[in-house]
């Protein structure tokens, strides 16, 4: 029997599994968030010692018996850092056998049903990817501006509303009560004061995604504006991404990750599945079901069955593996 290590790596955490060829999940571990270029290279990889060490004793074996180790990590985003993290993560667990990715790749194959796919990871920032069956893809990543940059952005945006409102530059706004409030801030000035000195942090903007949404299901066309512009920016990346590789309307599966999506109110999901159908009418917006570190070990099995795809039977094992370990995502899951 072969063993795969998948490991996911970003700024919350650090999570690794290890499964067999037939998609059995055997052990789990992880240990806290960081990347080598905040928290220095040492440091992340211990982090992904002690994550892959808690997973390997749980499946009852030794790194010596890994085949292949994925790693969708956190700032693997140019040629060179692809090259040097690999480096670092074969000296840190002992396998020979390493496949980097960005991270965002990994949350594109826990929602595909095949290799070929794309991906909007929207949660605190913003990446997206496409990625063709003959294995080339093509990653945003620092193409995408700071201002698109996911719920993040969407708080800034928020933000600069209520500010253009008090100068009357722009359309009165529910957001101005509602912010007001949230920071617990006398006047506009005041919040823009705190604003300008930069004591409110993307943690504190990203938070304020659930207030549009509130707002816009309550009438404010100023909030429903923001999302909806939102959505058509991650719909231009993707198509951008598909531009880029060539690929005109066929057969794919765009992946729809991170938290920015999840909203009750769906006038972002709705948009971009509008400007989806429009332009791609065979591509199928879906939900990633599974965390994204069991799509690092997909990736590891993908590349042992070189290829062809993984028959039914190893997606029916991950599936059952998921449910017993708690690692189904929190959401529907499935098409969109």
Known sequence: MQYVLGIDQGGTKTNAVVADTSGNILGLGSSGGGAHFVLGMAPAMALVREAAEGALRQAGITANEITLVCGGLSGADFENEYELLRTNVVETLGVPNVLIVNDCIIAMRAGLSKRAGAVICAGTGLNVAVHNADGAEFILGYYIDDRYQGAGALGKNALLAVFDAEAKLGPETM???????????????????????????????????????????????????????????????????????????????????????KSRYPLMLDTLKQAVAETYPSVRLVEAAWEPVVGAALLALDALNTGAELDEGVYAAIQQACVQHGLIRQTKGGAL
Request: charged share 25%; glycine share 8%; with cysteine.
């Open 175 to 261: 957001l101005t009560d509602k912010l007001l409030a949230h920071f617990n801030t006398p006047t506009v000035d005041a919040l823009l004061q705190e604003h300008i000195e930069r004591r409110i942090g993307v943690d504190e903007r990203k938070e304020l995604t659930y207030t549009l949404a509130e707002c816009a299901a309550a009438g404010d066309a100023v909030s429903a504006d923001i999302l909806r512009t939102f959505a058509l920016d991650c719909f231009g990346f993707f198509r951008a991404g598909m531009q880029k590789l060539g690929l005109s309307d066929c057969d794919l599966e765009l992946v729809i990750s991170g938290g920015v999506f």
